[in-house]
């Protein structure tokens, strides 16, 4: 499999903590510290145990890194892990110097990993530049796993290299889902970006069939999947193109005796402002737009998430930006978080919607940067860098 953070012997060790900010500016201070409380765990075990820890990451692009700097993370970072940070960047020529000057049991950040083109390139000579600097490698970046990048696929094959704590704990929630062995498995799937979400559940009906259980689609792309079977929808948003693959995605459910369960009533507006006229439809009328699943849908989603064994949920169930559109997917996170089920919540809008309901402790695994990671495993990929942590397993 993958050496263990806790196999690993860490006492006097400098320790290259490989963390996932790739989100870190994408929402609120709240999901900043979601993102930034994710990494606490192996934080904690490695300065018990008596190592220093460098903390290295990476946001944006190549081409937009420059706007990403870690200088607006460091007070929030001291307070959650209630030691100093000192910010290095790698820009420095004088860096293992610095690293040197930094007392015993504070904390090192590196400045975004993208400031050097080593990084994006997956350039052995940045590899071997970090392995200067550090004695033992952690992935805690599960979510970023899944790129070629030198801090995560080129260093492990330099020093020692383990798996985090949260690495461990999305990892192995992702496989015990994929395993079947908590039912009723329950897929929640919303928001917008049909043709992925098509080819996610096509997939999931070539390979995992027998593990799913009930499948909810809700969000922007339920409208698509309602319109495909002649519901009214109103003005509510299709994506034309994929009513077709919509119909035959519902038509492979039931010639797999499953049943794709599709909003039965629908919040709505006429124009989408801040605080629009709403209006409760079964069927929604020709000047009316779905912008939020109703109260029966909620009903009928709340029983179904009541008996499960296990949920993911990846897309939100109506138009989120606007909170007053956003009851559906907070009565669906109160839900999951209330249920004995197993959960994940994978992706951006979904993930900051969890976050702002307050229910995401309650959560197994919360994954803002993690859609594409999960897709990818369940598509039966290997990710680089986790074949680079394997293949120095000791």
Same mark, same amino acid.
């Given at each position: 499999m993958y050496n263990r953070i806790e196999n690993a012997?860490?006492?006097d060790k400098r320790v290259f903590l490989r963390v996932d900010f790739e989100k870190i500016f994408y929402g609120n201070e709240e999901f900043q510290k979601k993102i930034l409380s994710s990494i606490l765990p192996s934080v904690d075990f490695c300065l018990t145990r008596g190592a220093q820890v460098i903390i290295a990451s990476h946001s944006g692009s190549p081409e937009s890194a420059d706007r990403y700097s870690y200088k607006t993370i460091i007070s929030v970072l001291e307070q959650l892990i209630e030691r100093k940070v000192h910010l290095i960047s790698m820009r420095n020529g004088s860096l293992k110097n610095e690293i040197n000057e930094v007392p015993?049991?504070?904390i090192i950040l590196l400045e975004n990993l993208l400031h050097n083109p080593g990084e994006a390139k997956n350039q052995e000579s940045l590899a071997k530049q970090l392995a200067e600097i550090s004695e033992i490698f952690i992935n805690e970046a599960f979510a970023s796993s899944i790129h070629e990048y030198a801090s995560l696929v080129k260093l492990p094959a330099h020093i020692p290299s383990y798996a985090g704590i949260s690495f461990q704990?999305? $990892?192995?929630t992702l496989q015990t889902m994929l395993s079947g062995k908590e039912h009723p498995l329950v897929f929640i799937l919303g928001g917008t970006g049909i043709e992925q979400k098509i080819k996610l559940l096509q997939k999931l009906f070539q390979t995992y069939n027998h593990i799913l259980d009930e499948i909810v689609v809700t969000g922007g792309i339920a409208y698509t999947f309602l319109k495909?079977?002649?519901?009214?929808?109103?003005?509510?948003?299709v994506e034309q193109n994929f009513e077709v693959?919509?119909?035959q995605i519902i038509e492979k459910a039931e010639l797999n005796e499953k049943e794709i369960q599709l909003p039965v009533d629908h919040l709505a507006v006429?124009?989408?402002?801040?605080?629009a006229k709403t209006k409760v439809f079964s069927e929604l009328s020709q000047s009316w737009r779905g912008i939020d699943i109703g109260p029966k849908s909620i009903g009928k989603i709340e029983k179904i998430i009541k008996?499960?064994?296990?949920?993911?949920? $990846?897309?939100p169930c109506g138009m989120v930006e606007i909170e007053n559109f956003s009851k559906g997917t907070t009565a669906i996170a109160k839900a999951i978080a209330k249920s004995k089920a197993r959960s994940a919540v994978i992706g951006e809008d979904t993930s900051l919607s969890v976050i702002k309901s307050g229910y995401a402790d309650s959560f197994t695994f919360v994954g803002p940067n993690s859609s594409k990671t999960w897709i990818e495993i369940i598509k039966g990929k290997e990710l680089?860098?986790?074949?680079?942590?394997?293949?120095v397993e000791e």
């Open positions: 012997q860490l006492n015993p049991g504070d704990n999305e $990892y192995e495909s079977r002649a519901h009214n929808i109103g003005l509510s948003t693959n919509a119909f006429e124009k989408i402002t801040k605080d008996k499960a064994g296990f949920v993911l949920w $990846y897309g680089p860098a986790l074949a680079a942590l394997k293949a």
